[in-house]
């Protein structure tokens, strides 16, 4: 999947609250969350299958997210670390 095509994923699963936060009402309602990937799979004109590649960027995402943690906790060397993932910015807008 091309760089700009992950972003459009991530901005519009950002928008579908029911996928990830689990405070909604619907969270745990799997036809809902079903129903929100097919959605998501129109808006992309792509197949859900191939749409789940967004556990792949949210797994990425956290461990990204963890190693910025890790270095400034750490204090190891003078440079904090610094991703070179595309992706990681978007989740954090």
């Not at 749409?51 to 440079?79: N, Q, V």
Request: proline fraction near 2%; aromatic fraction near 12%.
């Amino acid at each position: 999947m091309k760089n700009e095509k992950c972003v459009a994923l991530i901005q519009i699963y950002k928008s579908k609250e029911v996928m990830w936060n689990s405070k909604v009402v619907n969270y745990h309602n799997k036809s809902k969350r079903e129903d929100a990937w097919k959605d998501i799979g129109d808006q992309m004109k792509m197949p859900v299958q191939d749409l789940k590649k967004m556990t792949t960027l949210l797994a990425s995402y956290r461990r990204e997210k963890f190693r910025i943690k890790m270095s400034h906790i750490t204090g190891s060397g003078t440079i904090p670390y610094s991703t070179n993932a595309f992706f990681v910015s978007y989740f954090l807008r």
